[in-house]
Each structure stands twice: as structure tokens, then as C-alpha cells.
């Protein structure tokens, strides 16, 4: 497993081998590969869409990751998920808006802190 785990996060990684370890059982390897910055949208969207939400959440920390796929985790049913798109600087400011309203008392903190950085550059 470790050489999967290793495989994933490498940019190098040829993108068929990226594609196959999209599919692999291991979390761990999915969530490493969810972060790397080489995948395709197509295979971010796939991640996105990961029944395990901790690689749902690792897609948000990927700097590849669009800006409409991560305003689509904002309504993610895991708060975890939520908040982790909260933080992100990249996420369109109507999403951070909505999750500012969050039912999470967290992520709607986590949400008006990120917007206020956004709009005067106070610190986060």
C-alpha cells in the first residue's frame, strides 16, 4: 500500500495510473491522490463525488480544484467537507456567503472569517 500512497501524490505519476488509483479501497491512497495537483477535472469531479468524505474533503485543499467544483462542496452533507471549503481562499464568495448562514455554528464562523479576510485582508 505505501508504494500506492507514494504513487499518488507524485505529480510525475502518469495520468492512467492517477485514474486507476481513483479506484482503489484504500482511503488513504484516495485521499493523497484527491490532493494531488497533476489530476484532471474529470478525475477531481470523480473524487468529489467519493463516498468517503474525508477524500471529498481533500479535494478541497487541491490547488487544481475549480472554483465551481469546490462552490459545489460547499453543500456537501458532511460539515467536515463544509468547513474545509469554509477556509478555502479560492472559493467564490457567494459560496462563502451561504456557508456563512451555515446550520454548523464551526463552518458558518469558519465562513465569515475566510470573507472577511477576502474583503479587507484582515488575518484568517
Not at 500506492?4 to 482511503?27: C, D, M
Not at 495537483?37 to 480544484?65: F, G, I, K, M, Y
Not at 477556509?87 to 455554528?105: I, K, M, T, Y
Amino acid at each position: 500500500m505505501d508504494l500506492y500512497y507514494v504513487f499518488a501524490g507524485n505529480i510525475n505519476t502518469p495520468s492512467r495510473v492517477l485514474e486507476r488509483l481513483a479506484l482503489f479501497r484504500e482511503q488513504r491512497v484516495r485521499c493523497h491522490l484527491a490532493e494531488n495537483p497533476q489530476l484532471s477535472p474529470d478525475l477531481l469531479q470523480c473524487l468529489a463525488e467519493d463516498q468517503c468524505w474525508e477524500v471529498r474533503e481533500a479535494v478541497t485543499h487541491n490547488p487544481a480544484t475549480p472554483a465551481a467544483l469546490l462552490e459545489r462542496l460547499a453543500a456537501d452533507d458532511s460539515p467536515d467537507v463544509r468547513y474545509s471549503v469554509a477556509e478555502c481562499l479560492r472559493v467564490p464568495e457567494s459560496a462563502l456567503e451561504q456557508l456563512a448562514g451555515d446550520e454548523n455554528p464551526y463552518v458558518a464562523e469558519r465562513a465569515s472569517r475566510t470573507l472577511l479576510h477576502l474583503r479587507d485582508g484582515a488575518g484568517v
